[in-house]
């Protein structure tokens, strides 16, 4: 069994950066593709960015592509989500997610932290 922890999140302003970490606990988490994903009150989950256990694979939702990135380090069981360009719209609980591979379905993913809060002020 997986656990995964998010950390990094808090209220910026607009034009901020922050990085997000994703570490994970159990076994295998190396071998599988980690997507990240946020929750804004009164909208639908949406898909951020994921990437293959590799780091081969990358692929990023439209509204984060060209500021986001995602990266991993499996040495230390963490994956990252760098945020730059930080706008009021990215104001949301940012959740990572473990699954076999990178895709926007948030139902292919099995084992899901708890959540990092990210504000934005304008």
């Known amino acids: 069994q997986v656990q995964l922890v998010e950390s990094g999140g808090g209220l910026v302003q607009t034009g901020d950066s922050l990085r997000l970490s994703c570490a994970a606990s159990?076994?295998?988490?190396?071998?599988?593709?980690t997507g990240w994903f946020r929750e804004a009150p009164g909208k639908e989950r949406e898909y951020v960015a994921g990437?293959?256990?590799?780091?081969?694979?990358?692929y990023y939702g439209h509204s984060v592509r060209g500021r986001f990135t995602v990266s991993r380090d499996n040495a230390k069981n963490t994956v990252y989500l760098q945020m730059n360009n930080l706008k009021p719209e990215d104001t949301a609980v940012y959740f990572c997610?473990?699954?076999?591979?990178?895709?926007?379905?948030?139902?292919?993913?099995?084992?899901w932290g708890r959540g990092t809060q990210v504000t934005v002020s304008s």
């Open positions: 997610a473990k699954g076999l591979v990178v895709t926007i379905l948030d139902r292919e993913y099995d084992y």
């Open positions: 990437i293959s256990w590799d780091g081969d694979t990358i």
């Open positions: 159990g076994r295998g988490f190396a071998n599988y593709a």
